[in-house]
C-alpha cells in the first residue's frame, strides 16, 4: 500500500502537466487508487501473491519459496504492459517496485528506496539481482536525497554502481497544516497479514487502560466492522488522503510501522512518531534502529511493545519537517516518444 500511497503525488502532478495517467495495480492497492482517483482509467495486473510468515521468522527462506510465483507474475504483466503500450498509446512508464513494468517501446522509470535489499545471509544476492532488474529501465527514482541527512541509509545508497539513479527527494501525498490537536494518540495500522491484525490486537489490548483520546485507522478496505473499545477510542477501517492528512496533522503522537513510505509521510508532518517494525521484514527492523540511533523516534518490537515505552519518547527529538515537491523536469523523459 506505502507504494501506491507514494505515487499518489507523482499521479497530481502528472495531472496538472497535463498528462494522462493510467493506473494499473492489484488488490487493495488498486482499490486505494481507484478511491483517490475515480476517474482514471485502471486496469489489474497479476498478484504476486507474496505471503508472510505469522511469527515472522525464517521469511527470507519463505519468499525463496515463493520465487516461481513471483516469476510467473512478472512474466504475465509485461505481456499486459505490451499489449497496454499499443492500445492506450503510452509514452512512458513509472513503475513502483514492479518488475516487469517495462518496455522498449516506451521509457521506463522504476521506484524504489532498496537498492539494498537486506535478507539476512543473502543480502548481497538479493541486492545483486535487483540492481539487475532495475538495469531494465532507462531511470531508477530514488525517493530521498542523495546526500546526507537521509531517510533510506544504506538501503537507498550505493559506493559503487551503474545505475542511472536520480534522487527525486522525499515523496509523500500529505501537507503539514497548523490544526488545533484532536487526538493524544494516533494507530496507523499497515502491512501484509497477518502481521496487521497481530499488531491491532496488541495495540488494543495494551492500550486499554490509556487516559487520553486515541484514533485507530485500521488499513483496511472493508465496509463493516465490529470491535469493543473504551469510550476514548475512535476506529475506522480506512481513510482517503485528505482525512488521514487532518487526522495525523491533529495528533500528538503516531504509532505507526516502521514503513518507508510512512517514514516519508511523518517526516513532511514533522511528527512525533513510536515505531513498530513488522516481524521479519529487515528492511523496517533497519529504518526502526537508523532512526531510534539519530534519536528521532523510538522503536519496539511487536511482542515488545507496552504502554509504558511511550515514556522513551521524551528522549528523542521527532521528526524535523521536511518538504516533498515532484519537479516536472522528472517528465521530460516522456516528452516527445
Same mark, same amino acid.
Request: hydrophobic share 40%; glycine share 6%.
Given at each position: ?14 495531472? %496538472? ?11 487493495? @492497492? ?14 489489474? !495486473? ?13 521469511? @527470507? ?14 512474466? %504475465? ?43 539476512? %545471509? ?12 532495475? %538495469? ?50 494516533? $494507530? $496507523? ?13 496488541? $495495540? $488494543?489490548?495494551? =492500550? ?6 486515541? !484514533?485507530?485507522?485500521?488499513?483496511? =478496505? ?21 482525512? !488521514? ?16 513510505? @510512512? ?27 537508523? =532512526? ?14 507496552? @504502554?509504558?515505552? !511511550? ?27
Amino acid at each position: 500500500m506505502g507504494h501506491a500511497t507514494r505515487c499518489i503525488p507523482i499521479i497530481n502532478a502528472l495531472l %496538472k502537466a497535463n498528462y494522462e495517467p493510467i493506473l494499473a495495480s492489484d488488490g487493495d @492497492t488498486l482499490k486505494l487508487l481507484q478511491k483517490e482517483f475515480p476517474l482514471l482509467k485502471c486496469f489489474e !495486473l497479476p498478484s504476486y501473491n507474496i505471503s508472510y510468515p505469522k511469527n515472522g521468522k525464517n521469511l @527470507t527462506f519463505k519468499l525463496l519459496l515463493q520465487l516461481p510465483v513471483i516469476i510467473s507474475a512478472v512474466k %504475465k504483466e509485461r505481456k499486459i504492459v505490451s499489449k497496454l503500450i499499443d492500445k492506450e498509446n503510452i509514452d512512458g512508464i513509472i513503475s513502483d517496485n514492479r518488475f516487469g513494468v517495462y518496455n522498449k517501446k516506451a521509457p521506463s522509470v522504476y521506484i524504489t528506496h532498496q537498492l539494498n535489499v537486506l535478507s539476512e %545471509k543473502i543480502t548481497f544476492i538479493t541486492s545483486k539481482i535487483h540492481q539487475q532488474l532495475i %538495469k531494465k529501465f532507462d531511470e531508477c527514482w530514488v525517493p530521498d536525497v542523495e546526500g546526507n541527512p537521509n531517510f533510506s541509509g544504506d538501503l537507498g545508497h550505493l559506493k559503487k554502481h551503474r545505475l542511472n539513479l536520480k534522487y527525486i527527494g522525499i515523496l509523500s501525498r500529505f501537507q503539514p497544516r497548523k490544526i488545533e490537536i484532536k487526538y493524544d494518540l494516533l $494507530l $496507523l495500522l499497515s502491512g501484509p497479514e497477518p502481521q496487521r491484525t497481530l499488531l491491532e490486537n496488541k $495495540l $488494543l489490548k495494551e =492500550l486499554q487502560h490509556f487516559k487520553g483520546k486515541i !484514533l485507530m485507522v485500521r488499513g483496511v =478496505l472493508k465496509s463493516a466492522f465490529e470491535i469493543n473499545v473504551p469510550n476514548n477510542f475512535k476506529i475506522v477501517n480506512y481513510m482517503l488522503a485528505n482525512e !488521514l492528512e487532518d487526522a495525523i496533522n491533529q495528533s500528538n503522537l503516531v504509532i505507526a510501522r516502521s514503513g518507508y513510505s @510512512t517514514i516519508m509521510d511523518l517526516a513532511v508532518l514533522g511528527k512525533k512518531a513510536f515505531l513498530i517494525p513488522t516481524p521479519g521484514q529487515f528492511e523496517q527492523e533497519y529504518l526502526a534502529k537508523m =532512526l531510534q540511533e539519530k534519536l528521532v523516534a523510538p522503536y519496539a518490537t511487536q511482542d515488545e511493545f507496552t @504502554t509504558a515505552k !511511550l515514556s522513551d519518547l521524551t528522549k528523542y527529538s521527532g521528526f524535523e519537517k521536511a518538504t516533498s515537491t515532484v519537479d516536472l523536469k522528472w517528465f521530460k523523459l516522456f516528452e516527445g516518444k
